[in-house]
């Protein structure tokens, strides 16, 4: 499918409205505080933790528990990047060594 230009000029002015709204929104909102609402501050603290269970459910929901490999490349690469991050405390390291693990998993030993 081809847009034209017309086309591609909407869509583009519907991202950059989008993205001005959602950057400049936190600045009108709160403009005259000088201290974070208790709110915003709760929602800080419980978001990250909320998104990173997203993340796993999202990542984890075609795992198959019956059939072979029985969810174990899965399994082996989570327990790595829990021992790696804790002995470490380096996210990146502990995403990366995790992917580069599983990868390795699922294309030599479980293919």
């Not at 034209?4 to 519907?14: K, N």
């Not at 603290?45 to 993340?55: E, H, N």
Request: aromatic share 10%.
């Amino acid at each position: 499918m081809t847009l034209s230009v017309q086309q591609s000029l909407i869509i583009i002015a519907v991202v950059s409205l989008g993205t001005i709204i959602t950057r400049g929104l936190p600045f009108i909102l709160f403009r005259n505080q000088d201290t974070t609402p208790p709110y915003i501050v709760y929602l800080g603290k419980v978001l990250p933790f909320a998104a990173i269970g997203l993340l796993i459910i999202y990542c984890l929901r075609n795992v198959s528990l019956l059939s072979a490999p029985y969810g174990l490349p899965e399994a082996i690469a989570i327990l790595f990047v829990t021992v790696l991050h804790l002995w470490k405390n380096n996210a990146l390291l502990s995403i990366g060594g995790g992917t580069v693990l599983y990868m390795l998993l699922v294309q030599t030993v479980f293919g």
